[in-house]
């Protein structure tokens, strides 16, 4: 222990001299946050970096919770000025930053990201709807007006359409913001629409949240598989596992369509003209977050974020939706509210 | 038990007439079993030969493709009137392209090759990057516009898989990012020589690239960012280190503190690695206020984790020096620091080395302790401008780089995954086999 806080001293001082040597100004835009986002920042980064005077913005990723958390710790030039996040900003975290100093939030809407279900290209195909996946994947279903557990082994037990093939879903873990949206727009929309719903509503005596609780509540005999990791790993599970359908972001897909098959839902097949007008079901806009404090401190923070939302580069026939985002069709308001710096709230 | 009814001479009367020519049923089956284990022996050897064999031919199978890239060749215009245009707008790179499609389009007509393709589906042969490539070109050679220059663009990512065979045609049936026609648009311009495959040097010597170009991306900057890591961890952890074992060694008085150090830096040394990651987050960078992502945090928490490999090995080392060689110093009158600085620590130095040299090979490959303090993601994307820029400027480390590139979507940065892997090792087996060469040539037995 004693020689942890020797090398710790000795660190601190040559850490000090070095620091001092070095003390202007940061002149590098930071940002952290989404593995989803990580592939557009650091698109739009490497054509900032390329396009202007200013050196290239340095992406860290780690998720969204980890971004906004590192964004939330205050203002200054060792705070990142950035956060990029696979879903909206949550309440506890705009108090936890306006606590901590970061109060004016300039909250920029970038595209929606497309969340597909895609197995072995080899293997059968699927045309699934949310009610399927509910049935596969929950953890208690309603059998004959009784919650029972989950019996359905193979995906012909879940929808007599389907081939026998044993159940086996690899999907995100709960770290991932791609979970929330899995959850919610397929889980428990099946759910609602085969009726469980009000089963498991009646059954917690009324409760809604209990009830959207037990609905999403997946099942944990081996069947469904939390991937931690990213959709390389999933890939892999699949490979090695035929039989697995994994849950994947679309430009992930796109890139591998050498090796997957993506799934219909709801008979929609995922693209991003099916994703932009909102007909595929499953997707989610993608944000970013910047620091207003850090505008005119940070060089080429406010032409970064411009940058960013220009037609060139997020419309729809920009470097981005060519990698797999759908563009936002109200880009230019986005672009408005950048140009004005208007904050969250106002 | 065995030996009772062998050993006694005095066994009694039973006993059998042996000869030490004629092999008994107890010599055989004590030789049998000495041959079954040097039969286990062999094949543990044998299966960990297996293992190596099937790492390195994984390694080299998967990565070698990195070292090598596609380039097209595309005469030029810079046409003034054009450049200025792309000047003026936003994305100015985009207008660039336009110029590259341009000079592509009639190369390819030159070469007699009928595309049929648009500006979009033509730009799929090519990296984004060319069109960077060709802005900078422009910037420093004002004086070349007006004239036809002859480029080397990278050719994107798919084209470079075609050529290497990762990327089959019937796999395209479902690809956006390429059809058909773009693999018999290639194999008309290999017949053409537009198209050649040269070693990467981009690769190795470059910087990261977004997740769009993976054709462009390399470890350079990240070597870079290693390198000024490993200067920090020697910097600090080899004086540190070494007056430590000094001190403990030679003249710490032995006592229950002195104990219980030595019991935590044997226990510290066995500490994981991403622990040292959790406190450098929490020491350096929310307490200190070092900027994040920098090498130089980076060098620090590498340095906590390498101090106690290189105190232990320090202390071995001084430990190998006979006393005798102490005695006869102190003998002729000098001093307890004299006898040590001018007779132990040089007889003790290529231990210590060594020691160092494993340590910071060690510490070069770590990955876990730099995903905490923000290595990992796009950040190895501009060079460092001078000595004070490399510790603070945020940067990546190899292992770090490899990791990032393993995550990503597109195929050719798994490819590039193992490419750096393969530099890493080199790297590694370089500084491993420093160390072999110093102890066999320095290093005195007694």
Known sequence: MKFNTYASVAAFAIAGVLATGAAEARDQIQIAGSSTVLPYASIVAEAFGENTDFPTPVVESGGSSAGLKKFCTGVGENTIDIANASRKIKDKEVKTCAENGVSDIIEVRIGYDGIVFASDINGNSFAFTPTDWYKALSDKVVVDGKIVDNPNKTWKDVNGDFPAQPIMAFVPGTKHGTREVFEEKVILAGCEATGDFEAFKAANGDDKKAAEKACIALRTDGLSVDIDGDYTETLARIDSNKDGIGVFGLAFYENNTDKLQVATMSGIQPSTETIASGEYPVSRPLFFYIKKAHIGVIPGLKEYAEFFVSDEIAGPSGPLAQYGLVADPELAQTQEAVTAETTMGN | ?446
């Open chain 2, 1 to 446: 038990m065995t030996d009772a009814t062998l050993g006694s001479p005095l066994a009694g009367p039973a006993r059998k007439k042996s000869s030490l020519l004629a092999v008994d049923a107890l010599t055989k089956k004590r030789n049998a079993s000495e041959a079954r284990f040097k039969a286990y022996g062999v094949s543990a050897v044998v299966i960990g030969l297996l293992f190596l064999v099937a790492l390195l031919w994984a390694i080299l199978s998967n990565g070698l493709g990195a070292f090598s890239q596609t380039f097209i060749q595309v005469p030029v215009k810079l046409d003034k009137g054009a450049i200025e245009a792309a000047e003026k707008s936003i994305v100015k790179t985009s207008k660039y392209r336009a110029i590259i499609n341009t000079g592509f389009r009639a190369e390819l007509g030159r070469a007699g090759i009928d595309t049929g393709m648009d500006d979009r589906g033509l730009q799929k042969m090519m990296s984004s990057g060319a069109a960077a490539t060709l802005r900078e070109f422009v910037l420093a050679n004002p004086d070349q516009i007006g004239r036809t220059v002859t480029f080397e663009f990278v050719a994107s990512s798919r084209v470079d898989g075609y050529l290497k065979g990762r990327v089959k045609r019937e796999d395209l049936i479902n690809d956006k990012n390429l059809d058909a026609a773009h693999l018999d648009l290639i194999d008309a311009m290999r017949k053409a020589d537009i198209v050649t495959k040269t070693f990467n040097w981009q690769f190795v010597l470059g910087t990261d690239a977004s997740d769009s170009r993976p054709e462009q991306a390399g470890m350079g900057a990240s070597m870079v960012g290693s390198f000024f890591m490993m200067l920090v961890v020697l910097m600090l952890s080899l004086p540190i280190g070494v007056a430590a074992s000094i001190y403990l060694e030679e003249f710490a008085p032995q006592n229950w503190l002195t104990d219980l150090i030595e019991v935590n830096i044997s226990n510290l040394a066995a500490v994981p690695s991403i622990v040292f990651g959790i406190l450098g987050l929490a020491v350096f960078i929310q307490f200190a206020h070092l900027p994040q992502s920098a090498p130089l945090v980076g060098g620090l928490v590498l340095t906590l984790m390498t101090l106690p490999t290189i105190i232990i090995s320090t202390r071995a080392s001084l430990k190998a020096v006979p006393p005798s060689i102490r005695d006869a110093a102190l003998g002729v009158g000098a001093s307890k620091m004299q006898s040590i600085f001018h007779h132990v620590l040089p007889l003790a130095m290529p231990g210590i080395l060594t020691g160092t040299i494993i340590g910071l090979a060690q510490a070069l490959g770590e990955t876990a302790p730099l995903l905490l303090i923000g290595m990992v993601g796009f950040i190895a994307s501009n060079f460092p401008e001078g000595v004070g820029d490399g510790f603070l400027a945020p940067n990546s480390a190899m292992p770090a780089q490899i990791y990032e590139w393993a995550k990503r979507a597109d195929p050719a940065f798994y490819e590039r995954a193992w490419g750096g892997i393969i530099i890493l090792l080199v790297f590694l087996m370089a500084m491993n086999i420093l160390a072999i060469v110093l102890r066999r040539r320095f290093e005195r037995r007694w």
